[in-house]
């Protein structure tokens, strides 16, 4: 009897493994980019072209390979076209050749933290805007200093905005290398806002004024819409804090806000525009690619959108001219600091690199030589390059994908409104904690939370929730009193 | 005699060295088999248990420390842990109730005689064989509001007059999990249920109708009870992939809106991955070996037990 039930206990055991592996899964879906940094990081920063310095070719010898992990950064044909462009790197570096590996947005995280755990960490990567804190809090980032240094022998330094540079200082360290930060913006249809002789809004009332006239559910149509789920829908979310002057740090960084009266005006306003249904019914699962379907197809007036690849496909689907760019629209407690709001993200290499001085070398070509996928059409890569002369170069602005990109600069960034997502802090106490948001989906969360939570819920409630947890994770993450 | 024959058949056996001796061989030759099972499921499986005792996190930016049942007394303290298992197990079970009753259904079909009735268990067969990345996305998109097109002949049909956010809401985001699970594991139903109406004899469900029974009291009493091993081992086998289901679900809805499909793989799968939590994350993994192990018992009796 005692046996058979070990043998009942041992197969039932094998059959669960087994099982267990039957059900097993294939790797799921979503988690993009967020950057942080600091306000003034965003400004204007003219700076003329100049070429990229020369380097020394590294020494001959044995070729080393460097495992460069690029997060799709870009349309459909940006992993083939950086793969080719990876390939260049010899005609400088005749010892450096990059293995040159394609990372979907979709659980950039676990991706990065498994790969880092088990020792299998990339020599360089791409990755979201606070991967490069996070990682270098446990030692995992190596310091690219000396990059720096000499851009700034040769000059190239004055081509960036330095600003964005210093940003990833952390400890003495640079953790990263910024190469383009991402703006989340408004577009409106202005042939209809024209056609029905409406002004573009300007605040959140004529938001809502707008939306409800535009709102035709029986016809398919739609006052506003954006995305609340995937990649985009995360890291968009807090544009509605910037609308109206919020954030969810102080503004000495050194404590979490998430409850603070601007972010309450906010979930407020977005549930009142639910109430009154001028969102499409599914608005709560929506990915970026269903927002820009929405749009293409006639079907909403107003869309809030991850610049780049969602601003090329709507251009692409021929409705370049009729969604105009909107300025940022006012919220009731803006103060007049209300902004969009942007990502900065930074390219990083890895101590666990055994070939640190190729890795640096490979990281400073691609960042001197992404010009070329920049000026590709099809690449169509996302947000605005940290680099002014290429940002100031007729290749640049002529071939850019995102016809809005030109709108936001002028009419956004060069007016000091656009925010990066610690505003109103300047630098904070938790950037493992502001990594952890991003990454663990706070903001596609509380997204849906606002779209479904009962009237018995309060946007406070949503808000203090945020701000309990955050708090446990601060002290948690980043060892916060 | 009986003792006369005993006596002669006993030396013949135990002559054997032990090295000989079938038991022995049969040991040995699946020694292979045990190493590779043991290397790639049971040991990773005690070190997972293992890890549930310690504070354990994927980047070890911390000392590693045992912590005893420290992890399992906050997995059962944890309410939003409690929320995930009852949905896991609503979502197990109504996927095994729905998809048992249209198997069924369509197994009574399939075993009609009926023309082109092989092309239908063909066609029957293709949400079983559609792999789950594709099953997934292909609901999605028919789910859409917008462009989906169950909403489309909704409202083409007059049904509804505005579209429906399936995957928008908590409720519609549940019950659309179980829907899509249900038109994946249906035709596994179905298939296992066929077989066993086939095996059904004609001349006993004839002697059925003989003695006056109508179609209803035949299927009742005759067909019924010749399925019911077959029926507890295809719910029970469904049941075990459902309630360890991760990509159906993860693809469909990413556990959204807000939270409100995770089921317990998700929720360690977050908690593992997303949280760094390895320690907490294996515990609630363990729990749920636990909860299997107790219903794969259940199913090796059901598969061991003779036939009725």
């Known amino acids: ?481 | 005699m009986k003792n006369t024959n005993k006596s002669a058949q006993k030396p013949a056996a135990s002559h054997k060295k032990f090295y000989q001796k079938d038991w022995f061989i049969a040991y040995i030759l699946l020694i292979p088999a045990f190493l590779f099972l043991f290397s790639i499921r049971l040991w990773p499986m005690v070190q997972g248990i293992g890890m549930s005792f310690t504070n354990r996190r994927l980047l070890n930016d911390r000392p590693l420390k045992f912590i005893a049942f420290d992890n399992y007394i906050r997995v059962f303290h944890d309410k939003e842990f409690w929320g995930v298992a009852g949905y896991t197990l609503a979502y197990a079970l109504g996927t095994v109730i729905c998809s048992y009753l249209l198997g069924l259904g369509v197994a009574l079909l399939m075993n009609m005689k009926i023309r082109y009735r092989g092309i239908f268990r063909m066609i029957l067969m293709i949400p079983w064989v559609v792999p789950g990345v594709v099953t997934a996305y292909i609901w999605k998109y028919a789910l859409n509001d917008q462009i989906g097109i169950i909403n489309i002949m909704l409202q083409s049909l007059g049904l509804i007059k505005k579209p429906i956010g399936f995957l928008a809401s908590p409720q519609g985001a549940r019950t659309m999990a179980i829907v899509v699970n249900v038109w994946k594991n249906y035709p596994y139903m179905a298939l296992v249920m066929l077989a066993g109406l086939q095996s059904v004899s004609e001349e006993i469900k004839d002697a059925a109708r003989i003695d006056g029974g109508g179609a209803l009291d035949v299927f009742r009493y005759v067909v019924m009870p010749e399925l019911r091993t077959v029926s507890m081992m295809c719910t029970t086998l469904v049941f075990i992939w459902s309630f360890n289901s991760f990509d159906s679900v993860f693809l469909l809805t990413g556990g959204g809106p807000n939270k409100a499909t995770y089921v317990m793989s998700i929720e360690a799968y977050f908690q593992a991955f997303q949280k760094m939590n390895l320690g907490y994350a294996t515990s609630m993994a363990t729990v749920m070996l636990i909860f299997m192990l107790v219903v794969s018992l259940f199913y090796m009796r059901i598969t061991s037990a003779p036939p009725d």
């Open chain 1, 1 to 481: 009897m005692k046996k058979k039930s070990v043998a009942l206990f041992l197969s039932a055991a094998m059959i669960i493994g087994t099982l267990a592996g039957c059900a097993a899964p294939a790797a799921p879906a979503a988690a993009p980019a967020d950057a942080p940094a600091k306000e003034e990081a965003v400004e204007e920063a003219p700076a003329e072209a100049e070429a990229p310095a020369e380097e020394e070719a590294a020494p001959s010898g044995e070729k080393v390979t460097i495992d460069f992990w690029d997060m799709v950064v870009g349309g459909d044909n940006y992993p083939a076209e950086a793969a080719e462009h990876a390939k260049k790197i010899s005609e400088e570096y005749p010892n450096i050749e990059i293995a040159y590996e394609s990372i979907p947005w979709a659980n950039r995280y676990e991706t990065f933290t498994t790969a880092i755990a088990s020792g299998q960490a990339p020599d360089m990567s791409t990755g979201g805007g606070y991967q490069s804190f996070q990682y270098a809090a446990s030692g995992e980032i190596l310091d690219v200093g000396s990059i720096v240094e000499e851009w700034k022998e040769d000059g190239t330094y004055d081509n960036y905005n330095t600003a964005m540079i210093d940003y990833f200082q952390y400890n003495g360290q640079q953790v990263g290398i910024p190469w383009n930060y991402e703006p989340r913006y408004m577009l409106y249809r202005a042939d209809w806002f024209e056609a029905d002789g409406i002004e573009p809004p300007t605040t959140w009332d004529e938001i809502m004024a707008a939306a409800e006239h535009f709102t035709d559910p029986a016809n398919g149509k739609y006052g506003l819409a954006y995305p609340t789920s995937g990649s985009s829908g995360n890291v968009l979310f807090n544009i509605w804090f910037g609308m109206n002057g919020g954030g969810i740090w102080t503004e000495d960084g050194q404590a979490l806000d998430w409850t603070n009266e601007k972010n309450v005006e906010a979930l407020d306003f977005i549930r009142e525009l639910n109430k009154a249904g001028v969102f499409p019914e599914g608005l709560g699962a929506y990915e970026s690619n269903e927002v820009v379907q929405l749009a293409v197809q006639d079907s909403v007036a107003m869309v809030i959108i991850v610049g780049g690849a969602s601003g090329a496909q709507i251009a692409e689907a021929g409705f370049g001219d009729k969604f105009q760019y909107l300025d940022v629209p006012t919220g009731p407690s803006a103060d007049g600091n209300n902004g969009y709001v942007t990502a900065i993200n930074a390219i990083m290499a890895y101590s666990q690199t055994e070939t640190p001085q190729e890795t640096k070398d490979a990281l400073k070509w691609w960042s001197e030589n992404m010009i070329d996928l920049w000026t590709s059409k099809t690449a169509q890569v996302s947000g605005i390059p940290v680099r002014n002369d290429w940002l100031q170069s007729e290749t640049y602005t002529s071939n850019i994908a995102d016809p809005y990109m030109i709108e936001c600069i002028n009419r956004t960034i060069n007016k000091g409104q656009m925010h990066t997502l610690i505003y109103p802090a300047s630098n904070i106490v938790g950037w493992q904690t502001q990594n952890a948001f991003d990454g663990e989906r706070w903001w596609t969360a509380l997204s849906q939370a606002v779209l479904t939570a009962d009237d018995g819920t309060s946007s406070l409630d949503l808000l203090q929730e945020r701000q309990d947890d955050g708090n446990e994770l601060l002290k948690e993450l980043d060892g916060a009193e």
